[in-house]
């Protein structure tokens, strides 16, 4: 399997990605965009040092300079390839794999990504390839940039209106230990911290907190500490989960239509964008408070591409992504929803489990994933058995019903299937589940 993948490159160190192969990449970047600068960052994973230095030395071997701002989260790096006008930038991470894993991920100007269709096939040539011209070598400058990035991620709210709340947050060992303390030095609130320290070992788990064995601990953090609100940050910051005060996770894209909600009451009639998995209730609280809802591929890259290229100013995902658009930057970031909750949370004078009331009564499954031989055919299959109901194809197969939907997809980073699905009813929802799994088990 390739380690070129839809939005990033990602394989298993050092048998997939090494040293060699980040130095072509920082070539291949380079020659692929003829750009004089590349903004360079990195994760806490033990490999990510050697893989930098080696990408840094591609980058300057083939005639650009490179600014390096080190330890980072993917929010940060895409912040900073902005701020500081870099005309690239190239990121070593895995984001939330198990600490085996490495990769690469590439933007250009204004922190455009470089993905499936829009430039990652061109570098995966050129890496195969690996015939680059002699170029002069040019310098490395190192950057600070965290103290910008919390001014920035703090303007998104009024600090003062922030209530002293109590805050338990899981960093899992990743970047997020390094930034959390900054941005919430800048408000009254308690902060309980959870895997603060940058451990590319991960003991605190994989820094993957949508799954559900790495729920438990800031769970049982969250009863026990009596806090208002707990915060899960993946690996890399661009994905955050949300732990209500009675303990209760949260799905992404019930917060995706909460933030929407608190941003249309201040931009209405803004254009708000919506992955295929989303809950019914996403698309109705956008409608509800003025706002255009626009179901869109799965994917940071494709969201960023289309905000660019439209006036949505906000978009977000059940898997715990959410983007903004800042001036001429289209970017996801985990703190930015943080912060805006709590100012929700402070002025409503409401608890986290207040805030969500009315989503009580929207049952979805959230994601299934299965493995399949042939993913295709297995789409196919489900599109002729539910034709009845009302099809879309923006990403994988949508089919919906007037009590029930499902989206049925490929992922992009795994060989999986992905299931989600919805019931006007709990026992619908159970009903429709039990069939689709006996559907795709039965077909596997």
């Not at 809802?293 to 960023?304: L, S």
């Not at 055919?377 to 194809?393: R, S, T, V, W």
């Amino acid at each position: 399997m390739s380690i070129f993948k839809a939005y990033d490159i990602r394989g298993i160190f050092p048998d997939e990605i090494n040293e060699e192969i980040a130095y072509s990449i920082g070539r291949a970047l380079v020659s692929f965009l003829k750009c004089k600068n590349v903004l360079i960052a990195r994760d806490v994973r033990k490999s990510s040092p050697q893989l930098t230095k080696s990408l840094a030395k591609g980058i300057t071997d083939q005639g650009a300079d490179v600014i390096d701002i080190g330890v980072s989260g993917a929010d940060m790096f895409y912040y900073a390839v902005w701020r500081l006008k870099a005309e690239a930038g190239a990121m070593i991470t895995a984001s939330h794999n198990p600490e085996q894993y490495n990769g690469v991920k590439l933007v250009r100007k204004n922190a455009v990504p470089i993905g499936s269709g829009s430039g990652m096939e061109e570098i995966e040539k050129l890496v195969k390839k690996n015939d680059f011209k002699e170029s002069k070598k040019r310098k490395t400058a190192k950057k600070e940039i965290l103290d910008e990035f919390v001014k920035f991620v703090v303007s998104f709210v009024n600090k003062d209106k922030i209530n002293p709340l109590k805050i338990v947050i899981n960093a899992y060992n990743g970047a997020g230990g390094i930034i959390a303390p900054k941005i919430f030095a800048q408000l009254k609130c308690r902060l309980i911290p959870m895997y603060f320290e940058a451990n590319g070992d991960f003991p605190g788990k994989a820094p993957n907190p949508l799954l559900k064995e790495n729920q438990a601990e800031i769970i049982a953090k969250v009863k026990k500490e009596k806090a208002d609100l707990g915060i899960a940050i993946d690996g890399d910051c661009d994905r955050c989960f949300f732990i209500d005060n009675k303990g209760k996770f949260i799905e992404g894209d019930f917060i995706l239509g909460l933030l929407s909600k608190n941003l249309l009451q201040k931009n209405p009639g803004a254009l708000v964008l919506y992955d295929v998995r989303c809950s019914w209730y996403t698309k109705e609280v956008i409608e509800k408070y003025g706002g255009k809802a626009k179901k869109h591929r799965v994917g940071h890259a494709f969201f960023k591409k289309t905000m660019n290229e439209s006036n949505a100013i906000f978009g977000g995902e059940l898997s715990g992504h959410y983007y903004y658009k800042y001036k001429d930057l289209a970017t996801d970031n985990s703190w930015i929803p943080a912060l805006q909750i709590l100012e929700m949370m402070s002025i409503e004078n409401k608890t986290m489990h207040g805030l969500m009331e009315e989503t009580r009564h929207y049952y979805t499954t959230g994601e299934i994933n299965f493995e399949v031989n042939n993913k295709d055919k297995l789409l196919k299959l489900a599109e002729e058995k539910f034709k009845d109901g009302k099809i879309d194809h923006v990403d994988g197969v949508s089919i919906e019903f007037d009590d029930w939907k499902f989206n049925l997809r490929k992922s992009n980073t795994e060989p999986l299937v992905r299931l989600n699905l919805e019931g006007k009813s709990k026992e619908i929802m159970e009903k429709r589940k039990k069939e689709l799994m006996d559907f795709v088990k039965n077909r596997s």
